[in-house]
């Protein structure tokens, strides 16, 4: 089985940085693409940020320049470097990633988190 378990967020003051991890455990042979998404109450759930296996990053307009999105291969973790955080950054962030795992050897799955909230305050 592979599990993604986030962890870092929190209460913080507009203007203010938070730093959320995803951490991947179980069967795994690879992860390709690891992502960040949110979902804001009464909003759909948006894709935040990606970044491939080889590190290349892409980010929603909304967080260009704000928020920076790293990876290691070598521990199966993915960060989300969040800066100048706005009341409008309020959600539940999920990781998600899609991985080549023991079961699945010939394709990736895509994989979920439970999430954590971020809650930013003006």
């Known amino acids: 089985q592979v599990q993604l378990v986030e962890s870092g967020g929190g209460l913080v003051q507009a203007g203010g940085s938070l730093r959320l991890s995803c951490a991947a455990s179980?069967?795994?042979?690879?992860?390709?693409?690891m992502n960040w998404y949110r979902q804001g109450q009464g909003k759909q759930r948006e894709l935040v940020a990606r970044?491939?296996?080889?590190?290349?990053?892409d980010y929603a307009d909304s967080v260009k320049g704000r928020f920076s999105i790293s990876r290691d291969n070598t521990k199966n973790m993915v960060w989300l470097q969040m800066s100048s955080l706005k009341p409008e950054d309020t959600a539940v962030y999920y990781c998600?990633?899609?991985?080549?795992?023991?079961?699945?050897?010939?394709?990736?799955?895509?994989?979920w988190g439970k999430g954590t909230l971020v809650t930013v305050s003006s």
């Open positions: 998600c990633a899609n991985i080549i795992g023991v079961d699945h050897p010939m394709y990736d799955m895509e994989y």
């Open positions: 970044i491939t296996r080889g590190g290349r990053a």
């Open positions: 179980g069967s795994i042979f690879t992860i390709n693409d």
